[in-house]
């Protein structure tokens, strides 16, 4: 989340601010919502919110399983990920589980938060929001490949995602 606006050919990625211009401390809520779709593209989204640097992913539940979804897949314990970069980015993150460790090596699996519902991804809360105060929020968007869902009846799917605040 270190560049400002549109950041990314190969995935959705955008930074933004907001901040509260008014006389009196206040609270708001954000939420990422879901305004258009074809082809059920947002069972392959895999999504990244950070919020004033602080990362969370989310993906839609597994539909076969109605669990959160997983990489490796939950119950798979024989292939994981050796190197995540994006771990840099929350090294105490929850959702980085360890799936086995060989000597020196460590695998890793990824467990985004499930989607809220079908319609909306994410949200959140920011209170006691002095005057001036701004908040930034990066949106990262992308199709996971490894995702059981990310089928071939995806391509040319649309997926309309737009944030709100009150």
Known sequence: DEIDGEHNDAYFAYTYYIRNEGESTVDYTWSLDINAETQELSDAAWVIVFE????????KENKFTGREEALPMFGDDTKGYLSLPIME???NSDQF??????????Y???????????????TG??????????????VV????????QATDD???GRLG????FR
């Open 97 to 106: 589980e360890v799936v086995a460790q060989q000597g020196r090596l460590t």
């Open 52 to 59: 004033d640097g602080n990362m969370r992913f989310y993906a």
């Open 141 to 148: 968007m992308f199709l996971e490949g490894d995702d059981e």
């Open 161 to 164: 995602v737009e944030m709100n």
């Open 108 to 122: 890793y699996r990824v467990i985004p938060d499930k989607f809220i519902s079908d319609t909306e991804i994410a």
């Open 89 to 91: 980015l929350a090294p």
């Open 125 to 138: 809360i920011q209170t006691d929001v002095a005057p001036m105060d701004v908040h930034k929020y990066t």
């Open 154 to 156: 995806k391509i040319g």
